[in-house]
């Protein structure tokens, strides 16, 4: 009988320890979600898109190979 009661003192902790856990990353996922979307919004204005992309100096420049004939 002393087994039974260790189980059940285990699976209320885990269930415990499960419910922060869930509730963290719930937290966690709805952070990055907002921060996709003012990023992306971000780069809808010109002077946030030169500073957060890397490839914006490259756009509409067109890439020319040499000729290897």
Known sequence: MGE???DQA?????????QQA???L???LILLVIALCLFQTALLIP??????S???KFEGVPVH????R
């Open 4 to 6: 039974n009661e260790e």
């Open 26 to 28: 719930g937290r966690i």
């Open 65 to 68: 190979k040499p000729d290897k």
């Open 47 to 52: 002077e946030f898109r030169q500073m957060l």
């Open 22 to 24: 869930e509730r963290w």
């Open 10 to 18: 285990y699976t209320a902790l885990f269930i415990s320890f499960s």
């Open 54 to 56: 890397s490839a914006e």
